[in-house]
C-alpha cells in the first residue's frame, strides 16, 4: 500500500532564504507526482506535475525534481517570500486517478 | 471562467439532520472528485465521476454518504443523517481527463466546511 509522507510538518524561515520541502512514498511504481499550495480556509492549487518519466520540473522560483528510485520528491523554493507561506501538499498517482497526499509541510516566510 | 464553485462554505447543522453540499465545476470538465479534509486523516477520495457517471465510490466512508451528478454542471455530495464525526472541510475538483497515466491537474473549489453538533 502506498504511503507518503512530508517532513517537516512545519517550516518557520526568514525571508529570501532558499529552501527544500521534501516528500517520500514507499512504492516507486508511481505514475506521476503533484505538489499543491493550500492557502488557509481555500482550495488546493496544483503547482507544479512531475510524470514518471521525467526528473524535475519548473516554474518560476518553484523547481520540483522525483527520483523514483528511491522515493522521494523535493519542492525547491528560491528566495522565499511572505506570500510563499501556506500548507505544501505532495501527492502520488498510480494512474487510476487516485491520487495518495502526504499530510503537508506547513511553510512560514518570516518578514 | 469562475472555477469550481461550491455551495454553501459553511455548514453547521445537528446530528441527525441531512447535510447537501453542491459543487459546479469547470465548464468542459469532465472528471470531477469529492474530498474529505480532516486533521486525523488528511486528504481522503470519496468518490469521482466521468461524464457524469460515478467510476469509483470505494473512499464513501458509510451508506450514509451519496453522491449524484445529475448533468455536466451540477455535482451533490449527500449525508443523511449527519454525525458529528462526518465534521470536515469537503472538497469538490474537476479535472481534463488525463490519458492512460491519469496525469490531471486538479482545480479545487473552495471549499464546505461541515460542523455536525
Known amino acids: 500500500k502506498q504511503e507518503v509522507t512530508q517532513i517537516p510538518a512545519a517550516l518557520s524561515v526568514p525571508e529570501g532564504e532558499n529552501l527544500v520541502l521534501n516528500c517520500s512514498f514507499t512504492d516507486s511504481a508511481i505514475y506521476n507526482l503533484q505538489w499543491f499550495r493550500q492557502d488557509p480556509g481555500k482550495g488546493l492549487t496544483s503547482l507544479l506535475l512531475i510524470q514518471s518519466s521525467q526528473r524535475e520540473q519548473t516554474s518560476g522560483r518553484l523547481n520540483a525534481s522525483l527520483d523514483k528510485s528511491s522515493g522521494r520528491s523535493t519542492l525547491y523554493i528560491a528566495a522565499s517570500q511572505p506570500g510563499d507561506s501556506a500548507t505544501y501538499l505532495c501527492a502520488v498517482s498510480g494512474g487510476n486517478y487516485q491520487l495518495i497526499w502526504g499530510a503537508g509541510t506547513k511553510l512560514i516566510i518570516k518578514p | 471562467d469562475a472555477g469550481v464553485i461550491q455551495s454553501p462554505r459553511h455548514e453547521v447543522t445537528e446530528m441527525g439532520q441531512e447535510v447537501t453540499l453542491r459543487c459546479k465545476p469547470i465548464s468542459g470538465h469532465d472528471y470531477l472528485f469529492w474530498y474529505r479534509q480532516t486533521m486525523m486523516r488528511g486528504l481522503e477520495l470519496l468518490i469521482y465521476?466521468?461524464?457524469?457517471?460515478?467510476?469509483?465510490d470505494s473512499g464513501m466512508p458509510e451508506d450514509r454518504f451519496s453522491a449524484k451528478m445529475p448533468n455536466a454542471s451540477f455535482s451533490t455530495l449527500k449525508i443523511q443523517p449527519s454525525e458529528p464525526r462526518d465534521s470536515a472541510v469537503y472538497f469538490c475538483?474537476?479535472?481534463?481527463?488525463?490519458?492512460?497515466?491519469?496525469?490531471?491537474?486538479?482545480?479545487f473549489g473552495a471549499g464546505s466546511r461541515l460542523t455536525v453538533l
Open positions: 465521476f466521468n461524464n457524469n457517471v460515478p467510476i469509483d
Open positions: 475538483a474537476s479535472s481534463l481527463p488525463g490519458g492512460v497515466s491519469g496525469a490531471n491537474v486538479l482545480t
